[in-house]
């Protein structure tokens, strides 16, 4: 595996468009909150746009990523070790970034505390409301203590390698929780779509089982590029070889996966011959969304990522590997708005277009400039606050292994230096 070719301190440069972006979702942010939906696109008959479509792919992000976590403290992959925290802050900006999104989307955000003091559980919009607070909290209380290492010497207080090990226990045992929590949201986020029998769409038996492991691929294309350009073990370099080669294979394999549930979504569909249903798909694939579909979701999303992880020779170079996995996650952005969108956009009733006469009441829809905005400042949110932790938590050493106690008569091994 190449080593980068990059100055040591570019990333520090990454704080430039980070910084353009929060301004820019500042502008946004405070026309969202002086004019409402006024600034926005959707209207009566597309009621869920941009925001809903970043809503579902960055909590698929955030979801993915935990599962790539897993693979550290749940099934204790050698190859991952230590590479679990390395996860949880992209997953929790993800999370963070997805909740704004929605709620941003809602017509009054400060009703949001009525799902909790006045839950109806028959609702699949409460049980994923619960089932993501439920995931937040689990993930801040194994964050909390994935980086005890961290925050416990600043208040002069030893983290010994006793404690280090105890706490590696009960962050499995939460992370097992937290893997079981973070696949109900993954598929019920599919099953808030799915159950609209209204439109025909979105009403597919395999959603909930499709968001998962659209979840797991964008989770692994995000770990691929955070793998690629900022994980650096201090002692072992082979490490983070093994686990690029992993994540890589793992983008390949799920970016095919991912086209033959489009294809077979997509063939069943057009042979079912509903009408509404076929003429979304036509939306998608002829117009007014051809460039979204086969420029952005298939060429750049899923093609050219699996031509750099076929290449005998880019599929051994790190920043090669880590445009793979950003193309795979612009694929994932348009996939998220082929979902949202189409199915919005053909009339449920037949003169239904002409019948009624208002800039609200279109069936046409492109995401405005305001729109843009919000959804770019919190993108840069995101980015800054994974790079602040990056820069305060992650690269501070890891908790050592503890090496178990030798044998009566044998001389202990020289204990192994920490990861960083």
Request: with cysteine; charged share 15%.
């Amino acid at each position: 595996m190449r080593e980068e070719r990059l100055p040591a301190d570019w990333r520090k440069l990454l704080w430039v468009p980070t910084g353009v972006a929060l301004v820019i979702g500042l502008v946004g942010f405070v026309d969202r909150l002086a004019n409402g939906h006024e600034g926005a696109a959707y209207g009566s008959y597309v009621m869920w746009g941009l925001w809903v479509a970043m809503y579902l792919f960055f909590a698929g992000l955030a979801t993915g990523c935990f599962f790539v976590a897993s693979a550290d403290y749940v099934f204790e992959i050698r190859a991952f070790r230590g590479f679990g925290r390395l996860c949880l802050v992209p997953s929790a900006a993800a999370m963070l970034a997805g909740l704004l999104h929605i709620w941003l989307d809602l017509g009054h955000l400060e009703r949001i505390w009525r799902v909790y003091l006045q839950p109806n559980f028959i609702s699949p919009m409460t049980q994923v409301v619960w089932l993501y607070t439920a995931f937040g909290l689990l993930l801040a209380v194994i964050s909390w203590l994935a980086f005890k290492d961290v925050w416990r010497p600043l208040l002069g207080r030893p983290y010994t390698a006793e404690e280090a090990q105890a706490d590696r226990r009960l962050i499995k045992a939460l992370s097992i929780l937290g893997l079981l929590v973070a696949f109900a949201v993954s598929s019920g986020v599919g099953g808030l779509l799915g159950i609209q029998a209204s439109k025909t769409y979105w009403h597919v038996g395999l959603f909930p089982v499709q968001f998962v492991f659209f979840a797991l691929a964008s989770g692994v294309a995000l770990m691929l590029i955070v793998a690629a350009f900022f994980y650096r073990p201090a002692e072992d370099r082979g490490r983070r070889q093994r686990i690029l080669v992993i994540l890589a294979q793992a983008t390949l394999a799920l970016a095919l996966l991912k086209a033959f549930f489009l294809f077979a979504d997509y063939v069943q569909s057009i042979y079912g011959g509903e009408p509404a249903n076929v003429e979304a798909i036509r939306t998608v694939v002829l117009g007014p969304y051809p460039l979204a579909f086969w420029g952005l979701q298939i060429f750049l999303g899923i093609v050219v990522p699996v031509v750099i992880l076929l290449h005998p020779r880019l599929s051994k170079d790190g920043p090669w590997l880590g445009v793979a996995g950003l193309l795979t996650l612009i694929g994932f952005v348009a996939a998220r708005l082929i979902i949202v969108i189409p199915a919005q956009v053909v009339p449920e009733l037949e003169g239904l277009r002409t019948a009624f006469v208002d800039e609200r009441l279109t069936f046409e829809y492109f995401p405005s400039l305001w729109e843009w905005a919000v959804t770019v400042g919190i993108g840069g949110l995101a980015v800054a606050l994974f790079l602040l932790a990056y820069q305060f938590l992650l690269l501070a050493p890891a908790p050592a292994a503890v090496p178990p106690a030798p044998a009566a008569g044998t001389v202990p091994k020289a204990p192994v230096p920490a990861e960083r």
